[in-house]
């Protein structure tokens, strides 16, 4: 696997780089200076390979749509990480992080969470690691993910609810933040998408690659080669779209799709597509694209998707769309809606809201006959039961 170019300072082209506060400085250093070592180790490979096998399920399958495919008029192949423990591509992240820190020799674990599939991913991790594990999570969210948050629980994490800003996503990730930089010397964060400073993003994609390196040995069984013509994701902050692309990337033939949330619009001022509306700025430690005013305030965003409510997104992201190396889809709550109920009429399969605006792109790309696509479904549709059954009984 090559990888995907940064320079020294983690900056692709213009956007990444590690903009921190003087405190963290030592923690990501620390990082910057061993995650790679580590985590191309044999030592570590063994123990995530074999976690992720025997513990998540993976390989995941590769599976043909054959009756979504008829629709689009081109074979579609779903890339199942809906099928892995805890139900969505988190856990490949949170288990390479917490082997990462103990390797660093950290004991205690925190996270940001919106929607709470991280927390529960990184919650999860911490049971089997025997780890102390603090999440932290906008109010908003905790009373809207009630179930997520018992599961923390149960796995006997600590809920922190964060009261400022409004109480969200990018909320609970300052506070996070916050409680790094009063315990740098014994606590890891654990960053659930390829967001945050350098070497975060990095880091990320290279843990969630395993998604297109299955890829590219399924797809040689079944089609007889290792590249599709497409490969489509949805972006929050990237981390199961970057997965999904990173063996493919220097490959120009390989036409990738990258689905943003819309949510009522673009231009409704109820948005979450950040590659459109954002401009270059900083956040969350990174230089990238961000939703901001006129004045540099970050702007609130909004899905209807919580995963994907979230004004920044990852450096490689912006950069893979301002050198047009691929094309960006706002798809809007009600697309992302109707092609979650699609894909469970077509296939019997409930897609993740956050999949669905994936899933949202299929009838705007035009495929010509004959072509392959692999569709990542980044995670499984129980936890937005109430959405679907209140959107089936307005219609
Ligand atoms: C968190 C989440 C996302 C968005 O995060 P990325 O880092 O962009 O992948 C997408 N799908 C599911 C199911 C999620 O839980």
Known sequence: MKPYPIDSDGFYGEFGGAYIPEILYGCVEQLRNN????IESDDFRQEFDSLLRDYVGRPSPLYLARRLSERYGCRIYLKREDLNHTGAHK????????????RLGKKRIIAETGAGQHGVATATVCALMNMECVVY????????????????QMLGATVRPVTSGNMTLKDATNEAIRDWCCHPADTHYIIGSTVGPHPYPDMVARLQSVIGEEIKKQLAE?????????????????????????????????????????????NSGMSAATIQLGKTGIIHGSRTLVMQNE???????????????????????????STGRARI?????????????????????????ESAHALGALPKIG??????????????????????????HQK
Do not use: W
């Open 367 to 392: 495929f010509r006959p004959g072509e392959v696509a692999v569709l990542t479904v980044s995670g499984r549709g129980d936890k937005d039961m109430n959405t679907y059954i209140d959107y089936y």
């Open 329 to 353: 889809l706002a798809v809007d709550d009600d697309e992302a809606l109707q092609a979650a109920f699609e894909l469970t009429r077509l296939e019997g399969i409930i897609p993740a809201l």
């Open 91 to 102: 856990i490949n992240n949170t288990i390479g992080q917490i082997l990462l820190a103990r």
């Open 35 to 38: 995650y790679l070592s580590i």
């Open 137 to 152: 999570m906008g109010k908003t969210d905790v009373e809207r993910q009630h179930i997520n948050v018992q599961k923390m």
């Open 222 to 266: 079944k089609e007889g080669r290792e590249n599709p013509d497409y490969l489509i994701a949805c972006v929050g902050g990237g981390s199961n779209a970057a997965g999904t692309i990173y063996p493919y990337l220097d490959d120009d033939r390989i036409k990738i799709v990258l689905a943003e949330a819309g949510g009522k619009g673009v």
């Open 295 to 321: 004045d540099g305030q970050i702007e609130e965003p909004y899905s209807i998707s919580a995963g994907l409510d979230y004004p920044g997104i990852g450096p490689i992201h912006a950069h893979l769309a």
